[in-house]
């Protein structure tokens, strides 16, 4: 069944500077994984960022690539405290 990844961070510094590494990082997993996520900025408060990937068969790939593309693109640098990466599954 495919899983529906769900990416949460707030960012810190630049938003422009933040945006920039993550749509590289994110064009990365495109490329090796060939899912294309998109990015969403929360309403009431737009330090808070999500990435949302959708329809993901492999997972502990996919867990792998996210994991080393944000590491390649340092967004650990323009994040504040933890990426949290969560996995959903529908019900019906």
């Known amino acids: 069944m495919p899983v529906q990844y769900y990416v949460w961070y707030e960012i ?3 938003p422009q500077r933040a ?3 993550i749509d590289a990082m994110m064009a990365d997993v495109a490329r090796t994984t060939g899912i294309r996520g998109r ?3 929360r309403r009431d408060l737009p330090t808070t960022w ?4 959708a329809d993901v068969a492999d997972t502990a790939g996919f867990e792998e690539e996210i994991a ?3 590491k390649r693109h340092d ?3 323009h994040t504040i405290g933890t990426r949290h990466v969560e996995a959903f599954v529908a019900v019906n």
């Open 75 to 77: 967004v650990a640098q």
């Open 68 to 70: 080393a593309a944000a």
């Open 19 to 21: 945006s920039a590494a």
């Open 12 to 14: 810190a510094g630049d």
């Open 39 to 41: 990015l969403h900025v």
């Open 50 to 53: 999500m990435e949302i990937y």
